[in-house]
């Protein structure tokens, strides 16, 4: 079974510094890769996709992700941080089946991400 | 962005009832949801496939008598817990799949709470 794993549970940044969360998911077939993003009291949303294509994903707020195959890796960065990024960050990966569709999530553990003033 | 709903939000109950949680695509159909728990200060783990028409699937470890899941329309998937106990006491988060734009996407739910006395 695929897994995935964040190498840092808690960051703590100030402001304007820059971000880099790491990513690694363990399968070597085809994947789709997600981080997710859930601020407090609130859903998870949405931050950015890989599916095919160009490894370099541009996503919401100013977050980017770049898709290394070789390293099994989908790291997230953000050139500066705003206070407002406080929130738990999640890597997410699935499975690409050849007839289509894909199957649930396997999540990371998720980073806790502090952004002082 | 696509919305999902879930309700209730939190549910306290007590030991040997059940509990329905429904879950919604509210701007979308969605053939395929899917059921997430997420213990506290953890991350989600996959409980199970909802797919529309059809019997939903398992993940190892999970009972089906005692999450019993029906999709019975392309916007609807509801979550029972049946003969609740303490242990059952987690966050229930569904997701559901848009695949409209071409793309595999979950968006998910606010969750539900659920407390088992």
């Known amino acids: 079974a695929q897994s995935v794993s964040q190498h840092n549970h808690h960051v703590i940044l100030s402001e304007a510094a820059s971000l880099e969360l790491g990513c690694n998911y363990s399968y070597g077939g085809t994947v789709n890769l997600f981080w997710y993003v859930q601020y407090p009291g609130q859903h998870l949303q949405l931050l950015l996709k890989y599916f095919s294509g160009d490894p370099l994903v541009k996503g919401i707020k100013g977050f980017e992700a770049e898709f290394i195959k070789s390293k099994f890796s989908f790291n997230l960065r953000k050139p500066s941080v705003q206070w407002s990024d406080t929130a738990e960050y999640f890597c997410?990966?699935?499975?690409?089946?050849?007839?289509?569709?894909?199957?649930?999530?396997?999540f990371g553990k998720g980073t806790h991400l502090i952004i002082q003033p | 962005g696509a919305v999902v709903s879930q309700h209730p939000s939190r549910v306290i109950c007590k030991s040997g009832t059940s509990v329905k949680i429904e879950c919604r695509s509210l701007?979308?159909?969605?053939?395929?949801m899917f059921w997430y728990r997420q213990f506290p200060k953890q991350s989600l783990m996959l409980m199970a496939t909802s797919n529309e028409g059809s019997k939903a699937t398992y993940e190892q470890g999970v009972e089906k008598d005692k999450f019993l899941i029906n999709h019975a329309s392309l916007t609807l998937s509801t979550l029972t817990v049946t003969s609740a106990h303490p242990e059952d006491s987690s966050f229930y988060i569904c997701?559901?799949?848009?695949?409209?734009?071409?793309?595999?996407?979950?968006?998910f739910g606010p969750g539900t709470r659920l407390t088992v006395l």
């Open positions: 701007d979308f159909q969605a053939t395929t």
């Open positions: 997701s559901a799949r848009d695949s409209s734009q071409g793309t595999d996407t979950q968006y």
């Open positions: 997410a990966v699935n499975l690409w089946y050849s007839g289509g569709g894909a199957d649930g999530l396997t």
